[in-house]
Structure formats: C-alpha cells, structure tokens
C-alpha cells in the first residue's frame, strides 16, 4: 500500500518546484541563481595565491628600504648642496674624516683659513694659515 505525504512533504515538494523554476535550487552551492542581485561582488575563478601576494609584498618592502637607503646614502654625499651662497664668511673647504666619528675640516673665515678637528663633542683649532695674497695676473 502507497503511503499518502503528510503536509509538510507536500509543502516542501511544492517550495522545491517553485525554486527550481525561479532559477534556485534547494541543495546548497549547486547552482548559481539565474540572475546576479545588484551590487553583489562577482565570484573570481582564479584566486591569487598567497605565496605570490607574500612575494610581491616582500618585494615592494625591500624596493622602498632599498629607496630610502639610497636616498640617506646620497644625502651624506652631497651634504654641501644648497647650503647657502660661497662668498659668506664662514665656508668649509675641504673635510676628511680621520676616524669613525673624528673628522678634520678647513674652514675659510674671511681672508684666513683655520685647520679644525671635530670630534665627539668638541672641535679644536689645530692651525690658522695665514691669508695668502691673490696670484700676481700676468700682464
């Protein structure tokens, strides 16, 4: 003998067929809805893989470190670029560095040169030159 379907498995046959026809089904994930609702992201078939975002992202870090290494780097180097005009008073004419943090710098004060040593927390005169007389012109 046939069992006759309560209510309930009425109810749910007829929700499966109304679904079915709409373009939705009841199993979960099977299908895609016939029709995309507004706004809602579509799905990607390829998604990056995450080795290659880390890659990519440890390279741009190490681009930008590398850009501002070279940027401090070139900055010491070319310290004396727009500091000012060279006919001041004070000027420094040549630098050299006679230690990891002990330099020797020749200044220019007016007609006189002076002989500096700088260091950790002091600078000391060495030698003041005379000032030299300007080269004869040949006549």
């Known amino acids: 003998m046939a069992r006759i379907p309560s209510e309930r498995w009425r109810r749910a046959l007829r929700n499966a067929v109304w679904l079915g026809a709409t373009g939705f089904t009841t199993v979960a994930g099977a299908a895609e809805p016939a029709a995309r609702k507004f706004a809602q992201p579509a799905a990607t078939s390829a998604t990056p893989a995450p080795v290659s975002s880390l890659a990519q992202v440890t ?3 190490a681009l ?3 850009a ?12 004396g670029v727009g500091s000012g005009t060279q006919d001041g008073v004070l000027r420094v004419v040549a630098e050299r560095a006679v230690g990891p ?5 020749l200044l220019q004060v007016g007609e006189r040169q002076v002989l500096v040593g700088v260091a950790n927390g002091s600078v000391r005169s060495l030698q003041a030159f005379a000032p030299t007389p300007p080269p004869e012109a040949a006549a």
């Open 101 to 105: 943090r002990e330099r020797v710098v």
């Open 68 to 79: 501002v290494f070279a940027a401090a780097w070139l900055l010491k180097r070319v310290r």
């Open 64 to 66: 930008v470190l590398a």
């Open 59 to 61: 390279f741009s870090l």
